[in-house]
C-alpha cells in the first residue's frame, strides 16, 4: 500500500505495527529529542515516509483517559507535520509528569519535540554526544586513594582532599 505523504491521514504506512520496529528503534536510535515529560527515540529509515509509535506507560500516566489524551495529541500533532519531517522510525514515551500537562501544553511540546527531531536527523553532526553533551558526557575521570591522604586521578594527576 502506497502511502501519499500529501494527504494528511494517519493511515497504516505511517504507525510502527510490530514489536520488530519498536525493538529496531529502541536497538539503535541514533537521533533523540526530550524535554521533561517526553522522550522521542528515533532512527531513520528506508521509507519515502516518517512512521511514530508511542509508549505511554501506566506506571508514569496513570489514568486511562490522560494516556489516550497523550496518544491523540501525539498522533494529531505527527499528523499535521509528518510531510515536513525526515524520513525518520519515532517511538514517543511518556515520562512522569506527563497526564498533568493540558492539551495545548501538550501540543506546544509536542510541536517542538518534532521541530527538534526532524533539524536533528538532517544534520546528524550537530547531535551531542553523551548525557551532558561535548565529548565524554561531562564526567571527570574516577579518582582513587593513594598513600599519604593524597587522591590521584586517572588522568595522573594528584590533588588534595
Given at each position: 500500500?502506497?502511502?501519499?505523504?500529501?494527504?494528511?491521514?494517519?493511515?497504516?504506512?505511517?504507525?510502527?505495527?510490530?514489536?520488530?520496529?519498536?525493538?529496531a528503534?529502541?536497538?539503535?536510535?541514533?537521533?533523540?529529542?526530550?524535554?521533561?515529560?517526553?522522550?522521542?527515540?528515533?532512527?531513520?529509515?528506508?521509507?519515502?515516509?516518517?512512521?511514530?509509535?508511542?509508549?505511554?506507560?501506566?506506571?508514569?500516566?496513570?489514568?486511562?483517559?490522560?494516556?489516550?489524551?497523550?496518544?491523540?495529541?501525539?498522533?494529531?500533532?505527527?499528523?499535521?507535520?509528518?510531510?515536513?519531517?525526515?524520513?525518520?522510525?519515532?517511538?514517543?514515551?511518556?515520562?512522569?509528569?506527563?497526564?498533568?500537562?493540558?492539551?495545548?501544553?501538550?501540543?506546544?511540546?509536542?510541536n517542538?519535540?518534532?521541530?527538534?527531531?526532524?533539524?536533528?536527523?538532517r544534520?546528524?553532526?550537530?547531535?551531542?554526544?553523551?548525557?551532558?553533551?561535548?565529548?565524554?558526557?561531562?564526567?571527570?575521570?574516577?579518582?582513587?586513594?593513594?598513600?599519604?591522604?593524597?587522591?590521584?586521578?586517572?588522568?595522573?594527576?594528584?590533588?588534595?582532599?
Amino acid at each position: 500500500m502506497q502511502c501519499s505523504r500529501s494527504d494528511f491521514a494517519f493511515a497504516k504506512p505511517l504507525r510502527l505495527l510490530n514489536a520488530a520496529h519498536y525493538r529496531a528503534v529502541f536497538d539503535s536510535a541514533p537521533v533523540r529529542a526530550a524535554q521533561p515529560q517526553f522522550l522521542i527515540l528515533a532512527r531513520p529509515n528506508e521509507l519515502p515516509h516518517p512512521r511514530l509509535g508511542l509508549v505511554i506507560a501506566k506506571k508514569h500516566v496513570r489514568n486511562a483517559t490522560d494516556r489516550n489524551r497523550i496518544k491523540r495529541i501525539a498522533r494529531e500533532t505527527f499528523r499535521l507535520r509528518q510531510n515536513e519531517l525526515f524520513p525518520l522510525d519515532a517511538v514517543v514515551l511518556a515520562r512522569a509528569g506527563a497526564g498533568e500537562l493540558d492539551n495545548a501544553a501538550l501540543a506546544k511540546i509536542f510541536n517542538k519535540l518534532w521541530r527538534k527531531l526532524d533539524q536533528r536527523a538532517r544534520n546528524p553532526q550537530t547531535q551531542q554526544s553523551g548525557p551532558r553533551g561535548g565529548k565524554g558526557g561531562g564526567k571527570r575521570p574516577p579518582r582513587r586513594k593513594t598513600a599519604g591522604n593524597k587522591v590521584k586521578t586517572d588522568s595522573g594527576g594528584e590533588n588534595n582532599p
